[in-house]
């Protein structure tokens, strides 16, 4: 429910986009972290999640700033400051993050946050905005930033996917 309820103001946030496919994007690039605050907020670990979000985007922010200019930073359009993808590296922080430690006993759910995760990579490739280099390495960056967990506030650190085959 609170997935839904993050996806919704995601949406409302993006609604200057006309392209669906770049709109859900970029509500996902603010709902699956925002759904993730919400689960980390019930289950006391607000703290070392907000770490590990801006730690993820400081990577993130940083490495656009040290690639500019350079030719894996050029977006198809042109531009710089392509690499890596930012909205691919949020969805995938919040993915990780729901699916580890929020979903850890529904399967289903923590591959449907994965899936949306990697619909919003695939969209900033169908906006034309990066290339595929550039998702790919953004969604390491969530994916690893979202499956950690520092242990700020808990027992210890670790690493959780969330997926059981």
Do not use: N
């Amino acid at each position: 429910m609170r997935l839904i309820a993050a996806a919704c103001v995601g949406l409302l946030a993006s609604s200057a986009v006309a392209d669906p496919v770049e709109q859900f994007g970029t509500a996902m690039k603010y709902g699956l972290p925002l759904a993730a605050a919400a689960c980390a907020a019930d289950q006391g670990r607000l703290e070392d999640f907000a770490v590990r979000g801006v730690l993820q985007a400081a990577l993130v922010w940083g490495m656009k700033e040290f690639f500019d200019g350079q030719p894996i930073s050029r977006r198809p359009s042109g531009e710089g400051k392509g690499f890596p993808s930012g909205h691919t590296a949020a969805a995938f922080f919040g993915a990780a993050d729901l699916a580890g430690k929020c979903f850890d006993d529904r399967p289903e759910a923590g591959a449907l946050a994965y899936g949306a995760a990697g619909l919003t990579g695939w969209s900033r490739l169908h906006a034309g905005e990066h290339t595929p280099q550039q998702v790919l390495t953004g969604a390491l960056i969530g994916f690893t930033f979202g499956a950690a967990s520092f242990g700020i506030g808990t027992e210890g650190a670790g690493f959780s996917v969330g997926m059981r085959f």
